[in-house]
């Protein structure tokens, strides 16, 4: 007897199993994109080392409490307001013009009582133990804000080009162009606006 | 006139779906690439603060921390503030081990240039997250990113 021909597998369903598999991973799946507030930590120093001298008008503190609350420069604060005060600030440039401290490109109030220039303004950060980290977050980022609204007013002002969205760019190698000449001038407006954001030991609860 | 009424006109013919399994696996392929199963549950609350100054974490070079309350069903924990690492909690101690031994598991080339990325809820109070930066100073692990989910802060 003549062996009949093995009959073809259906593969009608095939697509009805793909599609099932398709399902479950695309609801598994969570493509994390984490993002966040980089910042490098200062390295381990020794115990006795006197802190660098700094005039007292350079230093722009920043007073957080256990509930939650701003005082800067001895003034209450809300957050809202942070971000322009720390500009105004920064933006100052109080020394006069002629001294070697004179800050050409800064385009503050001038004001004499307030910091010298850009590169020796000091924010300085001071905690409370119970502060809440929503709270340090929202804190560090006006800051940053802060400093980034100023390198992109310089970068565009010099280059014409936004501080931040090269920055990002060349992070996530998409950047078209020159990258060394970008990251050369990118290093440039870093200078003319350094992140010096100092943070105190935070204080104990309740302080 | 029959002679046009035999002519096969008029209806549109079945859309071919041969091809169908090979896009849907194509795309299923994609999926099972990019899916990542989570290798460590989160023992802890996680609600990150929200945050727009952001950059990017370079993936390949970062360790995780995770800190917060304990989360349900880890009561045993307590109520306050504690640190994750991996799979495991740790206390603040041991974080100089636990840390010491995932850099070992990164890269030789990317070892020096690790990323601690902090996954910090919300709620905790800033003096945990004080304590941890204080250990990774001692480990010169200095490079560090603050996790945030996006929104602006004032939200917050």
Redesign the interface.
């Known amino acids: 007897m003549a062996r009949r021909a093995t009959p073809e597998v259906n ?1 009608g369903s ?2 009805d199993i ?2 099932l ?2 399902i479950f ?2 609801v ?17 120093q020794e115990e006795d080392v006197p802190p660098p001298p700094l005039k007292e008008k350079n230093i722009f503190i920043v007073n957080v409490n256990k509930d939650n609350q701003l005082l800067v420069e001895e003034q209450l604060m809300d ?2 307001d942070l971000r322009q005060a720390a500009i105004d600030f920064l933006d100052n440039g109080g020394a006069p013009s002629g001294s070697p401290e004179h800050c050409n490109y800064c385009q503050g109030p001038r004001d004499t009582r307030s910091s010298d220039n850009p590169k020796k303004a000091v924010i300085s950060v001071q ?12 804190v ?3 800051l ?2 802060a400093y ?1 609204f100023l390198r992109n007013r310089e970068s565009t002002r010099l280059f014409g080009w936004n501080f931040t969205e090269v ?2 760019a060349i ?2 190698g998409n950047y078209n162009g020159n990258e060394d000449a970008a990251w050369e001038q990118l290093k440039q407006i870093q200078e003319l606006f350094p992140l010096n954001l100092s ?1 105190a ?2 204080k104990k ?1 309740g302080e | 006139m029959s002679k046009f009424k035999k002519k096969k006109g008029g209806e549109i013919p079945a859309v071919n779906t041969a091809s169908l399994p090979d896009i849907v696996f194509m795309l299923l392929f994609f999926f099972m690439v990019v899916t990542v199963l989570r290798d460590s549950s989160l023992m802890v609350k996680n609600t990150l603060p929200k945050g727009d100054q952001v950059e990017k974490l370079k993936k390949d070079r970062s360790i995780f921390i995770y800190a917060g309350k304990p989360g349900p069903g880890y009561d045993k924990y307590g109520t306050e503030g504690i640190i994750q690492i991996g799979d495991k909690i740790t206390n603040i101690g041991n974080i100089k081990f636990a840390l010491e031994g995932l850099r070992q598991k990164l890269l030789p080339s990317l070892k020096d240039k690790v990323v601690v990325a902090l996954k910090v809820d919300g709620e905790t109070n800033t003096g945990l997250v004080s304590d941890i930066k204080e250990e990774l100073r001692e480990l010169n692990m200095v490079k560090i990113i603050y996790i945030t989910t996006p929104g602006t802060e004032l939200q917050n």
């Open positions: 593969a095939m697509a793909a599609f598999l398709l991973f695309l598994t799946t969570t493509i994390e994109k984490d993002k966040g507030i980089a910042r490098q930590l200062p390295p381990k957050l809202e905690n409370d133990r119970l502060t809440s980290y929503k709270t340090y977050i929202s560090q980022n006006e940053v804000a980034n920055k990002n992070n996530e943070e030991e935070p609860r």
